[in-house]
Nanobody, 126 residues
């Protein structure tokens, strides 16, 4: 499976962006999807995840209330709506998916995921 993240860009603090993660090579339905980010000089960190069914959503404390994850299985695409952006949100954002269908577990762990997109840069100016 290939994941393609897009939608990043430069935005002022307080602004919004919507990231997309398009999957190809297999059906999107039934697979969990996660978003991570990595700022320069820092480790990759969990941002948000959505379960295989789409019924459960998970967020890092730092983005809770500002970011919303969603999925459209018909379009093989997941989204991350980011509102009230802060300079601390500046990072490369990656989407990721596990190999197994209907897989559940530690969505916030890097090891949960097998496939990674190439990343999209988000820069928030103060």
């Amino acid at each position: 499976v290939q994941l393609q993240a897009s939608g990043g860009g430069l935005v002022q603090a307080g602004g919004s962006l919507r990231l997309s993660c398009a999957a190809s090579g297999r059906t999107f339905r039934g697979y969990a999807l996660g978003w991570f980010r990595q700022a320069p000089g820092k480790e990759r960190e969990f941002v948000s995840a959505i379960s295989s069914s789409g019924l459960s959503k998970y967020y890092a404390d730092s983005v809770k209330g500002r970011f919303t994850i969603s999925r459209d299985d018909a379009k093989n695409t997941a989204y991350l709506q980011m509102n009230s952006l802060e300079p601390e949100d500046t990072a490369v954002y990656y989407c990721a998916a596990p190999r197994e269908r209907w897989y559940s577990g530690s969505y916030d762990r890097l090891s949960f995921y097998d496939y990674w997109g190439q990343g999209t840069q988000v820069t928030v100016s103060s």
